[in-house]
């Protein structure tokens, strides 16, 4: 398959390669995160971004905690909403918006230490996503604890639409 075009998305994140090495991890950090605020608040952080994989991490720190010192649920689910929001969006066109449309999760075992969460998405659903101005995908997600184990299955749903402005460049 030929490679698509960068979108949006995608040409702001290889402005980054203009920085110097050592502090490129850390500006992409401070940009994902005042574009999506919650993920800062949250501490999550991100480690990999390409359009056919997104790896994120969050720690087990107090904020995000719950009753028994394990990440809380609703951190979880932000984990695994950030990994596969963040490869949607590196992937669907300028002229359309991507919105979580289903999840579904079941807690399998509690969690040791900090979490990461890697979000894929093959070649075909790429390419869907480029010939089509509507439609979803269900992205694949994997999160794992300190430990490796996966505490958590999720599936997570995305659609994208037409936006309702015109894009910009």
């Known amino acids: 398959m030929t490679s698509q075009a960068p979108n949006k ?40 971004l390409t359009p056919e994989r997104v790896e994120v991490h969050l720690s087990n720190q107090p904020r995000v905690q719950n009753h028994i010192g394990g990440v809380h649920a609703s951190a979880m689910n932000l984990l695994a909403e950030t990994a596969t929001g963040m490869v949607v969006g590196m992937n669907v066109r300028d002229d359309c918006i991507p919105l979580a449309k289903e999840l579904t999760m079941a807690f399998r075992k509690r969690t040791t230490g900090g979490l990461k969460a890697v979000a894929t998405l093959s070649a075909e659903q790429r390419a869907a996503m480029q010939a089509s101005d509507k439609g979803e995908v269900q992205v694949q997600v994997t999160v794992t604890d300190e430990a490796g184990i996966e505490p958590v299955e999720c599936a997570f749903t995305w659609a994208w639409v037409p936006s309702s402005r015109p894009a910009k460049n």
């Open 9 to 48: 998305l995608q040409r702001s994140l290889m402005r980054l390669d203009e920085a110097p090495a050592f502090m490129r991890g850390f500006v992409q950090n401070i940009i994902l995160r005042r574009a999506v605020p919650f993920t800062g608040t949250a501490g999550v952080r991100f480690v990999s």
